[in-house]
């Protein structure tokens, strides 16, 4: 089930949110005309005061998740920045290698920076993790080869220094860009106290006798609004609220070859 939620289209985890809500309604409703037909009387200002109580704690709930969603979105902006900048340090670095070694190595970075701005755009990032890493060997073979040719080289030193930045500053886009997401156990909460807190909002609807409001349709759809935009944060490169890569991009159009 939680690959289910993770793999399906963000559309579709948005449509079946606002079906769950209005389930959950719709049953609270009944069951509360149900409760007022058998002839069992109970206080609707106590069914209120729960009422409100449920609806505070998924304010809360839905509050937190928010604020998880943005920081992993900022999160991710801040390491594409990072890398960016990690890169163009090494790519600058490289005019200190040996020349036998300078002109590939400025080619592979230029690689680099390119499946790095194509699996943002495209999707494809096991792909591009893939080939981020045979870059990142050749890359180091380069190094070692230049570290040999001049060991006492304080250049060369300096140029695997921030190689070794680029190296790291991978692990850590992988793990916050791929594999941060929000986790499966937060969603669980937020579901289940959303199905509780807006069953018990149909209950007290369905004790009263009154009949179905449409502002219902209302209150569906805000929430369900407001869980799509934290999905779209923790989706950033599928929905309307994206990463920007314009650094990579600028970085890219200052490199100079083909």
Same mark, same amino acid.
């Given at each position: 089930m939680?690959?289910l939620f993770?793999s399906s289209p963000l ?5 079946l949110?606002?079906a ?9 409703y009944?069951?509360g005309?149900?409760?007022?037909g058998?002839?069992?009387h ?5 069914v209120g005061?729960m009422v409100?109580a449920t609806l505070g ?5 839905l ?5 998880f969603a ?14 960016s900048n990690?890169?163009?340090t ?9 020349e036998s #070694? ?9 690689e680099?920076?390119?499946?790095r701005?194509?699996?943002a755009?495209t ?6 993790i893939?080939r981020?890493?045979?870059?990142q !060997?050749?890359l180091?073979? #380069?190094?070692?080869?230049s570290?040999?040719?001049?060991p ?10 921030a190689l070794n930045a680029?190296?790291?500053? #991978?692990s850590?886009?992988v ?12 969603w669980?909460?937020?579901y ?17 006798? !009154?009949?179905?409001?449409f502002?219902?349709?209302a209150?569906a759809?805000?929430f !369900?609004?407001?869980?799509?935009l934290?999905l779209?944060l923790d989706?950033p ?9 314009q ?5 890219r159009?200052?490199m100079t070859?083909?």
């Amino acid at each position: 089930m939680r690959d289910l939620f993770f793999s399906s289209p963000l559309w579709a985890t948005v449509l079946l949110t606002l079906a769950i809500v209005l389930l959950a309604v719709e049953g609270g409703y009944r069951a509360g005309l149900i409760r007022q037909g058998s002839g069992q009387h109970e206080k609707e200002a106590a069914v209120g005061v729960m009422v409100g109580a449920t609806l505070g704690l998924l304010a809360f709930l839905l509050a937190f998740t928010f604020g998880f969603a943005a920081n992993l979105f900022q999160a991710k902006r801040d390491v594409v920045l990072e890398e960016s900048n990690a890169i163009g340090t090494a790519y600058l670095r490289a005019d200190l290698l040996p020349e036998s #070694h300078a002109a590939d190595v400025r080619a592979l970075f230029r690689e680099y920076v390119d499946v790095r701005v194509a699996a943002a755009e495209t999707g494809a990032i096991a792909e591009a993790i893939r080939r981020s890493e045979q870059i990142q !060997t050749q890359l180091w073979a #380069h190094a070692v080869a230049s570290m040999r040719e001049r060991p006492d080289s304080l250049a060369v030193g300096l140029f695997v220094q921030a190689l070794n930045a680029v190296i790291d500053v #991978h692990s850590k886009r992988v793990m916050v860009g791929v594999r941060g997401r929000i986790p499966g156990t937060i969603w669980i909460a937020l579901y289940a106290v959303a199905f509780f807190s807006l069953g018990t909002m149909g209950y007290q609807g369905g004790l009263a006798g !009154t009949s179905r409001s449409f502002a219902i349709i209302a209150v569906a759809i805000t929430f !369900t609004a407001v869980i799509g935009l934290i999905l779209d944060l923790d989706r950033p490169q599928e929905g309307t609220l994206r990463v920007s890569q314009q650094s990579m991009i600028d970085l890219r159009n200052s490199m100079t070859g083909p």
